[in-house]
């Protein structure tokens, strides 16, 4: 599919890849019965080593409407992974099963290592605080649907930017779109982490950071509103804070400042950081988001059932090194080293 065999990070999505898939999701919007068999026959492994309920759900009902089959656990804990089997050898007998692997898990880099081993596409459903590729699928849809072209835009992030995985993946794709400008608006302890502000840096891309999002909302034309992860939060001893002040809060009062066709996301859950009654607010988006995340995993599951298995590339044994202690390298012994164009670690990207 135009190059693309795993969908592991943003760095896979090219720009004319992404408008093939866009097309595509387009045609499924507008005449899903012509689509309602078109993977008849293939198979999806749904591996959810992390809680989910929206993306799991999102690309179960995107398969099943293609006529294709699912198969998957409800609990980590019910796998042979909690009987101490490798990521490597889960994914060489699940994908020997299907068509195409959909994993998440809380490892920062575990999809990256599990498509070393998998012999059909493997799609990264999250992994760790570290990269979402198909939610941002889903934020480029519902913004291409909602403002056309993407473009000349003022985006406004805001909440966990430091383990919240989603914004660090919608940042890389939105540098390769023209004149994206980005406002960030965190807590000190949940700031956007170094290695995605050295990104922008390197990408010449505009970027402020604003205490509250009083001061961030009248310039925006989007606004991506996260939840605290909560989760993430926890395993992180140095960490304190699990709920926002005001200062990071959208209600409709602070919307009487905002441009009147600003789009406002979320990749949901939402927790309290977006209040209830902005909901009636037509600029609200987020319900429509999560629709449009199925459509385009709809066009991104038929392009990638429609490629041959492949027996994986031999790869070395052992070597890898890492620094972030969320890593799958550390959990995963026999994994090659990988780096990065940045020299960085090939799987966390953490430097
Ligand atoms: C996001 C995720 O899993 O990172 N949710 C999602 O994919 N729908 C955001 C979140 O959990 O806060």
Same mark, same amino acid.
């Given at each position: ?11 896979? &999505?090219?720009?004319s ?13 507008a005449h ?5 068999? /078109? ?10 080593f ?11 009902a995107?398969?099943?409407?293609l ?27 699940t994908?020997? !099963? ?6 998440r898990? *809380?490892?920062?880099? /575990?999809?990256?290592?599990a498509?070393? !081993?998998?012999?059909? $596409? ?8 570290h ?9 480029? +849809?519902?913004? /291409?649907?909602t403002?056309?072209?993407i473009r ?10 430091? !383990? ?6 919608l ?17 000190p302890?949940? /700031?956007?982490?170094?290695?995605v502000? =050295?990104f ?9 950071e604003?205490?509250?999002l009083?001061?961030a909302? $009248?310039q925006?034309d989007?606004?991506?509103?996260t939840?605290?992860q909560?989760? =993430? ?13 005001d ?12 441009? =009147? ?6 990749p ?8 209830p009654?902005?909901?009636l ?7 429509d ?18 490629q *041959? ?10 070597? +890898? ?6 890593? &799958?390298?550390? =959990?995963?012994?026999?994994? $090659? ?9 090939? !799987?966390?990207?953490v430097n």
């Open positions: 599919m135009d190059g693309i065999r795993h969908l592991i990070g943003v760095s896979d &999505i090219t720009t890849w992404w408008n093939s898939l866009f097309s595509l999701c387009r045609e499924i919007i899903p019965q012509d689509y309602s068999d /078109a993977n008849r026959g293939k198979v999806m492994a749904s591996l959810f992390e809680p989910s309920t929206r993306t799991k759900f999102s690309f179960q995107a398969m099943l409407r006529g294709g089959s699912v198969f998957g656990f409800e609990n980590a804990n019910d796998t042979s992974a909690s009987k101490g089997e490798s990521l490597a050898d889960t994914i060489r007998m994908s020997a !099963y299907s068509d195409v692997v959909v994993m898990s *809380p490892s920062e880099g /575990a999809a990256r290592a498509s070393l !081993y998998s012999e059909v $596409p493997l799609v990264n459903a999250g992994d760790g605080g990269q979402h590729p198909t939610q941002t699928l889903t934020d480029l +849809a519902t913004l /291409a649907v403002r056309g072209e000349d835009l003022t985006v406004g992030l805001c909440g966990d930017l430091r !383990y919240g995985r989603t914004v660090h993946s940042v890389e794709a939105l540098a390769k779109f023209p004149n994206i400008r980005f406002v960030l608006t965190a807590p302890e949940l /700031a956007m982490p170094d290695y502000t =050295r922008m840096r390197a990408r010449n891309l505009t970027f402020t604003v205490p509250t009083d001061d909302l $009248p925006l989007v606004l991506y509103m939840r605290v909560r989760e =993430r939060v926890i395993q992180s001893a140095t960490q304190s804070t699990m709920e926002y002040s200062d990071f809060i959208l209600t409709r009062d602070k919307l009487a400042r905002a441009k =009147r066709d600003l789009t406002i996301l979320h949901l859950p939402r927790v309290n950081e977006i209040a009654e902005v909901d607010d037509p600029r609200a988006k987020y319900f988001q999560a629709r449009y995340g199925m459509y385009i995993r709809m066009a991104l599951l038929l392009k990638l059932c429609a *041959p298995r492949t027996a994986p590339e031999p790869v070395a044994v052992g070597g +890898a090194k890492c620094a972030n202690p969320a890593c &799958i390298t550390r =959990r995963e012994p026999y994994l $090659p080293d990988l780096r990065n164009d940045d020299g960085g670690c090939g !799987y966390c990207d």
